[in-house]
């Protein structure tokens, strides 16, 4: 058996005030497939041209102007005073008025849940450490509400959030000098016991300064847009576990990923497992087989359903199916950063000529 190479996730749990927001999850419901790249890299195209500024209409002065859900838009935003304070953003589903993100910074990754209702955007949900990508919107979690917009967008309008800390806005019309340019935007300051939080909106882009600063002044950190790229993917890296090409262990390969908004984990991963790119003898499932169902539970296990040719048009001995099975648990525990996955046949327990598991029975993953 090869050593196997794992590609895991930074563990960094703490979060500064830089402009980063801090489970029962349900299955995947949207219904776009993401597509595979095999390359390592991919890049981020930078706007070059500056968007002018225009004269404030009252008309124009909402929240969907000020804080778009536009679809697969990378953001990118530049960093100083701390080394979290740099971060990506990327839109990964919109249902309606709620929007999910998920932030990636140097120490740490986590998703979050945005809400446009009754003139207010409200983080809904909050979920830190997220490596994976889940359909989370329909969530909520305990503590949360902050409110990060309020209509009407005026000067003086003011509110308390369920911590009890209050913001205000407190310009309309700040001039705001990002590397894409100077923007007129709505300035937000939060302000708690220690430190003041100011965060800028403008107008067709959303979010684009946001700035902690200690009440004694001795510390400041800013995050900034520094790119903005649309029709762009989130890339992510998939390590996917297949049968070398004698059968007699299982081999590694790094794929990079690229999901769009609204791209279904389930239907990607399917795609992985049924040819791993640039290896000939990477299959794991044919052709016509389907994932019925993918999510992490509450019981911090995996559970994945396959439609009934995972069995039926698997070709193998014992040892063939054996290594086949270990490494879709594999693929699929890796990515989820999970120790057992639980896997069945349209909603039944896995079984074969040679398996027979039982209910709820799961698969260790194994990476030793």
């Known amino acids: 058996m090869k050593k196997y190479k794992i590609v895991s ?35 981020l195209v930078s706007s070059e041209s500056s968007i002018e500024s225009s004269s404030i209409d009252e008309n124009e002065m909402t929240i969907e102007n000020y804080f778009p859900f536009d679809e697969s838009v990378q953001y990118s935003y530049l960093g100083e005073g701390n080394e979290f304070a740099p971060f990506d953003r990327y ?6 008025n709620r929007i999910q993100y998920t932030e990636k910074n140097p120490g740490t990754t986590h998703t979050f849940v945005l809400e446009y209702k009754d003139g207010k955007l409200t983080e809904l949900f909050s979920r830190p450490e997220t490596y994976f990508r ?4 329909e969530k909520t979690s305990d503590g949360a509400g902050e409110i990060l917009l309020k209509e009407p967008l005026e000067v ?42 100011k965060s800028y909106y403008t107008k067709n882009m959303g979010l684009i300064k946001q700035e902690f600063t200690a009440n004694d002044d001795s510390y400041v950190v800013s995050s900034t847009l520094e790119t903005r790229s ?31 908004t609204n791209d279904v984990t389930r239907k990607t991963m399917a795609d992985l497992l049924k040819q791993v790119p640039g290896v000939e003898y990477g299959k794991l499932i044919s052709d016509n087989t389907e994932i019925n169902s993918l999510y992490l539970n509450e019981d911090g296990r995996v559970y994945v359903d396959f439609s009934k040719e995972l069995v039926e048009d698997m070709n193998a001995g014992s040892s063939g199916e054996s290594l086949i099975l270990q490494g879709i648990v594999n693929t699929i525990g890796n990515y989820y950063s999970v120790e057992e996955v639980v896997l069945t046949v349209e909603n039944q327990p896995y079984e074969s000529g040679h398996y027979s598991m039982m209910e709820d029975e799961s698969f260790r993953v194994e990476m030793e």
Do not use: H, R
């Not at 800390?165 to 700040?174: A, G, K, L, N, P």
């Open 91 to 96: 839109p990964q589903y919109i249902e309606g």
């Open 230 to 260: 649309e029709e762009a993917p989130e890339v992510v890296v998939i390590t996917a576990y297949y049968p070398d090409a004698n059968a007699m262990g299982l081999e590694t390969s790094d794929v990079n990923v690229s999901f769009y």
């Open 156 to 197: 003086g309008n003011n509110w308390e959030n369920p911590s009890g800390v209050t913001s205000e806005i407190t310009s309309v019309d700040f001039s705001v000098e990002t590397p894409l340019g100077v923007f007129s935007a709505i300035e937000v300051t939060k302000t708690q016991e220690d430190s003041v939080t």
């Open 9 to 43: 996730g930074l563990a960094l749990v703490t979060l500064l005030a830089t402009g980063c927001v801090n489970t029962d999850p349900n299955s995947d419901s949207s219904s776009s497939t993401g597509s595979l790249e095999s390359s390592e890299e991919s890049s």
């Open 134 to 137: 889940e359909n989370m919107l």
